[in-house]
């Protein structure tokens, strides 16, 4: 071998490792977006809103900090800032969007904004913000909260086995989810158990109106739709059903660990935890388009036994012993 060519060797194979060492501590820059949570509870490694919470990212070697940039946001307000905080996240040259709000995507879309999102929803192939599940083909991929509608009537059965006696139940929701294929199929699977839904229809994050026509609707109890506004409001909400003493049924642990008598649904903090993965993916060369769009696997039964007994209901034994968890 040549002298020049075993120095220019050498000098490669030395250099080789600071190379790798120099792009593995390169700053990520990422984004949180969520709707009305102050970025206080979305700090720290144990933020207080819980899907807020990407702690698979540090067991893939990102430290906030270090080698990682969380930009956290909060939309809010009427428009709820979506054109301000997308054209900054976009001129601080952010790597990922991770959010939950559907209508933060539609905005990316219609301004054909191409950072990567990773989200955590139902339904972006119905809003055609992906292709398919199993090739996404645009820029945005993640995780679903639920595989289907029919998990929805699954809770109002749930609902109706707690309280046989039921016979007329407040649906709790905006009108697109009553009009949506997740308020069809409860009022479908309400009709085969011999339940009468009554619509209680909220304008998003204002409940002032819908609580009052509460106070003057006989119903037996309230069904909590599944979405993002009944989450960010579940405190309001499930204070609201211990005054009027409605039993309540909500698609999030966490509504139930406030007071609302049970929950059916899929672990949602875990769902953004699991979205670190694809967070990762992305910043090493990854392409959303070609990241497929999970599914839940597993979804919890959760029982406020102390509600219940509250309310005075007696909770059918099968029932209990069917959950994931009772809390007493």
Same mark, same amino acid.
């Not at 949180?32 to 702690?55: D, I, K, Q, R, T």
């Given at each position: 071998?040549?002298?020049?060519?075993?120095?220019?060797?050498?000098?490669?194979?030395?250099?080789? @490792?600071?190379?790798?060492?120099?792009q593995?501590?390169?700053?990520?820059?990422?984004?949180?977006?969520?709707?009305?949570?102050?970025?206080?509870?979305?700090?720290? @490694?144990?933020?207080?809103?819980?899907?807020?919470?990407?702690?698979?990212?540090?067991?893939?070697?990102?430290?906030?900090?270090?080698?990682?940039?969380?930009?956290?946001?909060?939309?809010?307000?009427?428009?709820?800032?979506?054109?301000?905080?997308?054209?900054?996240?976009?001129?601080?040259?952010?790597?990922?969007?991770?959010?939950?709000?559907?209508?933060?995507? $539609?905005?990316?879309?219609?301004?054909?904004?191409? /950072?990567?999102?990773?989200?955590?929803?139902?339904?972006?192939?119905?809003? +055609?913000?992906?292709?398919?599940?199993?090739?996404?083909?645009?820029?945005?991929?993640?995780?679903? =909260?639920?595989?289907? @509608?029919?998990?929805?009537g699954?809770?109002i059965?749930?609902?109706?086995?707690?309280?046989?006696?039921a016979?007329r =139940?407040?649906?709790?929701?905006?009108?697109?989810d009553?009009?949506?294929?997740?308020?069809?199929?409860? +009022?479908?699977?309400?009709?085969?158990?011999?339940?009468?839904?009554?619509?209680?229809?909220?304008?998003p994050?204002?409940?002032?109106?819908?609580?009052?026509?509460?106070?003057?609707?006989?119903?037996?109890?309230?069904? /909590?739709?599944?979405?993002?506004?009944?989450?960010?409001? +579940?405190?309001?909400?499930?204070?609201?059903?211990?005054?009027?003493?409605? @039993?309540?049924?909500?698609?999030? +642990?966490?509504?139930?660990?406030?007071?609302?008598?049970?929950?059916?649904?899929?672990?949602?903090?875990?769902?953004?935890?699991?979205?670190?993965?694809?967070?990762?993916k992305?910043?090493?060369?990854? $392409?959303?388009?070609?990241?497929?769009?999970?599914?839940?696997? $597993?979804?919890?039964?959760?029982?406020?036994?102390?509600?219940? $007994?509250?309310?005075?209901?007696?909770?059918?034994?099968?029932?209990?012993?069917?959950?994931?968890?009772?809390?007493?």
């Amino acid at each position: 071998m040549r002298r020049r060519e075993f120095i220019t060797l050498w000098g490669a194979t030395v250099m080789w @490792p600071l190379t790798v060492e120099a792009q593995s501590s390169k700053v990520r820059r990422v984004a949180l977006v969520f709707m009305p949570s102050p970025v206080a509870e979305m700090a720290g @490694p144990e933020p207080v809103n819980p899907n807020a919470s990407l702690h698979g990212l540090g067991a893939l070697g990102y430290v906030e900090g270090q080698n990682l940039i969380l930009e956290r946001r909060v939309a809010e307000g009427p428009s709820r800032r979506y054109g301000d905080i997308l054209a900054e996240l976009v001129r601080l040259k952010t790597e990922v969007i991770v959010t939950s709000d559907i209508s933060l995507i $539609k905005q990316a879309k219609a301004a054909q904004i191409t /950072v990567p999102i990773v989200t955590v929803n139902n339904y972006l192939v119905e809003e +055609r913000l992906a292709h398919s599940l199993a090739r996404p083909g645009g820029n945005v991929t993640g995780l679903t =909260v639920s595989v289907s @509608p029919e998990i929805e009537g699954k809770r109002i059965e749930l609902l109706k086995d707690t309280l046989p006696g039921a016979t007329r =139940v407040a649906y709790l929701g905006t009108n697109e989810d009553w009009e949506g294929p997740s308020g069809k199929s409860v +009022r479908a699977a309400a009709q085969v158990v011999g339940l009468t839904m009554v619509p209680a229809a909220h304008t998003p994050f204002e409940y002032t109106d819908v609580f009052a026509l509460l106070g003057r609707v006989p119903v037996d109890a309230l069904f /909590v739709s599944l979405g993002p506004d009944q989450f960010i409001n +579940r405190r309001l909400i499930v204070d609201f059903a211990r005054q009027s003493r409605l @039993p309540d049924t909500h698609a999030n +642990r966490e509504a139930v660990e406030l007071g609302a008598l049970m929950s059916y649904g899929a672990n949602i903090p875990d769902l953004f935890r699991r979205s670190a993965a694809y967070v990762d993916k992305i910043l090493k060369g990854a $392409k959303p388009a070609d990241l497929p769009i999970e599914q839940p696997i $597993k979804f919890e039964l959760v029982i406020n036994l102390k509600t219940a $007994k509250a309310l005075g209901l007696d909770v059918p034994p099968t029932l209990l012993a069917s959950a994931d968890e009772v809390i007493e």
